[in-house]
């Protein structure tokens, strides 16, 4: 998916028992961050994705699960349940077992960041920040300023970042 383009719809089971859609964020500027369990990437990032839902709750934060839990039992939907149960996700943890959604947004690592506008077209893709190892050492809160720029009504001023983490896990064909 290329910036500029309206973002694909998903209908996907939540960890809370309910299915979430795309459209449910009708008029909201929405976060699609793909992540995982068992990525220590995505486990580094999991309470800053928190803070920032918390801290701009205008955002729709949504996160996706797309790994072959096959191979990463951690990532099964059950983990993925009490993972967000003992993390305290303030956020709808999805999973998206068939892995279409992550392969129509053009997912590769986790975390990968979709941020869409409130007519869900992407502006901007890329990594949460500059420093995944260590919350105190980011100089460069790459999300948090795209929502600030969108927020503003100002065009991203910095529209991409290379997304670090672990690769999406696909399962074989």
């Known amino acids: 998916m290329n910036r500029g383009e309206k973002a694909p719809g998903f209908d996907l089971p939540g960890v809370d ?13 929405v976060a699609v961050i793909f992540t995982c369990n068992h990525c220590p990437y995505a486990k580094a990032y999991q309470d800053r994705i ?15 699960n797309a790994n072959d839990d096959e191979g990463y039992p951690e990532d099964s939907f059950e ?10 996700f303030n956020f709808p943890y999805l999973r998206d077992e068939t892995q279409e959604t992550a392969r129509a947004y053009g997912a590769q690592v986790t975390p990968d ?4 506008d409130k007519n869900h077209k992407l502006v901007y893709r890329g990594r949460v920040d500059d420093h995944w190892q260590e919350e105190d ?6 999300l948090e300023n795209a929502i600030q ?5 100002k ?4 529209p991409e970042a290379r997304a670090i983490g672990c690769s999406i896990k696909w399962k074989s064909a």
């Open 17 to 29: 028992g309910k299915n979430v859609r795309l459209s449910d964020f009708a008029g909201n500027v």
């Open 50 to 64: 928190k803070k920032i839902q918390a801290k701009y709750p205008q955002v729709r934060v949504v996160a996706i």
């Open 79 to 88: 983990n993925m349940k009490a993972r967000a149960r003992q993390a305290g």
């Open 113 to 116: 960041v979709f941020l869409l």
């Open 137 to 142: 050492h980011v100089r460069e809160k790459s």
């Open 149 to 153: 720029d969108i927020l503003a009504g």
């Open 155 to 158: 065009p991203v001023s910095n």
